[in-house]
């Protein structure tokens, strides 16, 4: 029974990764027409239009500032939340190894 729940796993996961690139794929084409529309009445039109790339070229960014803020709550959080059931789950003969009352 393991098998077949961690192979509906993977099949669920190959097939949200599959669906994902076909999103993509039908988005790209969708500017390709539009694109390809745009250059056609241009051509009728006799305007000159320059080559233009699929895809803009990255904007670099700078590093963001919120980060270490955000992985010192979560890491407080989780260390609190394991103490906590750390205190709850030992017998109480435990407890001074790291808790000091």
Known sequence: MEHISFALIIA????AYLGYQYLKSRTMQHRLDILHQERLA???KEIPLPELPLD??????G???DVLSIMGVVFSSLAAGGMITL???LP????FIWVTP
């Open 12 to 15: 669920s996961l190959v097939a």
């Open 63 to 65: 590093p963001d500032q």
């Open 42 to 44: 241009a051509l009728e």
């Open 56 to 61: 803009p070229p990255p904007v670099p960014k």
């Open 87 to 89: 205190y709850l789950i």
């Open 92 to 95: 109480a003969e435990y407890h």
